[in-house]
């Protein structure tokens, strides 16, 4: 109700039903009805009283209130990723009743995932690349007998990426360098290891790991390239992968796309063909994507970034990757993972020697 002396609007709950912090499902509804009630509010349902309205006016209002709710508790995103492990833990990840997940399910007309394959997720950092042979997190090291029914997910693709034929990385995860021999286990110009690998030689363990990998997934000890730095501790990771999902959201908002540009590789070809030679080398290893009507290209580093700025070119990406890939876009945005860190991961020293600028 609406209170002019206080010039408010009072939401009264019945502290006789009320059994906080909640712990069964039944309890957890109060949250759905608050956001339910908030939406009457922000969507002005009041301004006509309720005796001028019809009742599919009045039953609009309700399914756009209980939308409103669900968007606010269980962002589309969100919930879409979600792994139902239970409906039970669904629920109360959200902090709302089985009730309210199925309501938001139906609504989005996903109600299938419910009874979707179920997949392993660490329950320490969300990792969802497990393979069921596995005994170690490879992103965080916690022994997966401890918990594999992680609600949420998360992608720590800040990886390097590795050859299937070799095992190796074929570009250098330190300087950049890829003249890379089939035989070199060393980068030849700054002398680091090639293999993310098992850094438990007395135990003989040798596992090859994954290129995002911090930890042998076999037995939990660190990974060579975690071990030279190459690799940032997975909690900061973590929170600068929500703050990049984040940034990506509020750019597109209005229109809802934030796609992958496939095949962005080829616009450095493309820039070296029309003689931008020097914005070509610095979007090696570069990946885009369109959020709106934004493009944003994530580069390695804040060093590479400045330098992409610094170019007098820079304006005419734009243009160029709207005609290659028949993208509508209006404005680009160069952005380094870096940025999106709490504190800045030490940056890998980089010798510029033998990089052709
Ligand atoms: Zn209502
Ligand atoms: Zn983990
Ligand atoms: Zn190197
Ligand atoms: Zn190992």
Not at 18 to 24: L, Q, V
Not at 200 to 213: F, K, L, R
Request: include cysteine.
């Amino acid at each position: 109700m609406y209170s002019s002396e206080l010039d408010n609007f009072l939401i009264i709950v019945n502290k006789n039903k009320i059994h906080y912090p909640f712990e069964m499902s039944k309890h957890r509804r109060l949250n759905f009805t608050l956001a339910h009630e908030i939406a009457h509010i922000y969507l002005k349902h009041y301004e006509l009283p309720d005796k001028y309205k019809t009742e599919d006016d009045l039953y609009i209002e309700e399914l756009e209130a209980d939308e409103f709710a669900g968007r606010i508790l269980m962002p589309e995103s969100k919930i879409s990723t979600c792994n139902f492990t239970s409906l039970e833990n669904v629920a109360e990840h959200f902090n709302v009743s089985e009730w309210a997940v199925l309501k938001r399910l139906s609504n989005l007309k996903c109600s299938h995932l419910r009874f979707s394959k179920t997949f392993l997720v660490c329950e320490n950092c969300e990792n969802a690349e497990i393979n069921p042979k596995d005994s170690y997190c490879k992103i965080c090291g916690m022994f997966l007998k401890n918990g594999t029914r992680g609600v949420t997910t998360m992608k720590y693709d800040d990886g390097f990426k590795i050859s299937e034929n070799t095992m190796k990385v074929s570009i250098c995860p330190k300087c950049g360098n890829s003249v890379i021999g089939e035989s070199d286990e060393y980068c030849p110009i700054c002398g680091q290891y090639l293999f993310n690998e098992c850094t438990n030689d007395c135990g003989g363990c040798h596992t090859t790991a994954p290129g995002n990998a911090r930890y042998c997934p076999k037995c939990g000890n660190v990974t060579t390239f975690y071990n030279s730095n190459l690799l940032p501790d997975w909690e900061p990771t973590r929170e600068a992968l929500l703050n990049k999902m984040e940034f990506e959201e509020n750019l597109s908002s209005t229109s809802n796309t934030a796609e992958d540009i496939k095949d962005w590789d080829t616009m450095g070809f493309t820039l070296f063909l029309e003689g931008y030679t020097l914005l070509s080398t610095l979007l090696e290893n570069s990946t885009a994507k369109q959020c709106g009507e934004t493009l944003v290209v994530y580069v390695k580093d804040t060093s590479i970034k400045d330098r992409i700025l610094n170019c007098k070119n820079v304006g005419i990406l734009t243009s160029m990757a709207k005609s290659q890939f028949k993208i509508a876009v209006n404005d680009i945005k160069i952005t380094a993972l870096q940025d999106f860190y709490p504190v800045a991961p030490e940056p890998v020293p980089i010798d510029d020697g033998d990089i052709p600028f």
